[in-house]
């Protein structure tokens, strides 16, 4: 994509869908938890008619941010961390719940790996194919950050919020 960094443009996927549409980000196993709670209800804003589509995608608690990707999934994940950092990075927010980053290693004899702690749910808005708004949510207990955002979505003016968890930064 050759747009420039300030274009809207820079965080539109291709083959989505017009108008509102959710992606909620979570790790695997979480739906047991509280995320069962906002899959409910980002899918009942879809069923009424507030948002055109949600997409639910599972991301690991440490990504791999070196070269080596292993899965589609993986892949996946990582375009979609680096268009939330963008975004954060040109609204002048901070994105809470991304760790600091660390070495590991795969086994015995895996060579060593930079991963991030990513957040246990994230949601992301687009509109019209373009990323509008990140809400990260650290506790897995308090889901109150993306759960009060999927409430705010049901008002006309969520469009232009931000996230009550991403600090603006003066």
Known sequence: MSASTNSPERYSRAGQTTGRRL?????????????????????????????????????????DLSSRLHSHREREARVALQAFKRWAWQHGSE???FGERRRAGRGRMGAEYVTQRVPWALLAEYQDGVLVNVTPCDHERRARCVSERLERLDGPESADEFSSRSRLIG
Do not use: F, Y
């Not at 790790?27 to 997409?55: F, H, Q």
């Open 23 to 63: 992606e909620l980000w979570i790790r695997p196993g979480t739906r047991e938890n509280g995320a069962r709670r906002l899959v409910a209800r980002a899918k009942a804003l879809e069923s009424d008619g507030c948002v055109e589509a949600v997409e639910v995608r599972e991301w690991d608690a440490h990504h």
């Open 95 to 97: 994105l809470v719940g």
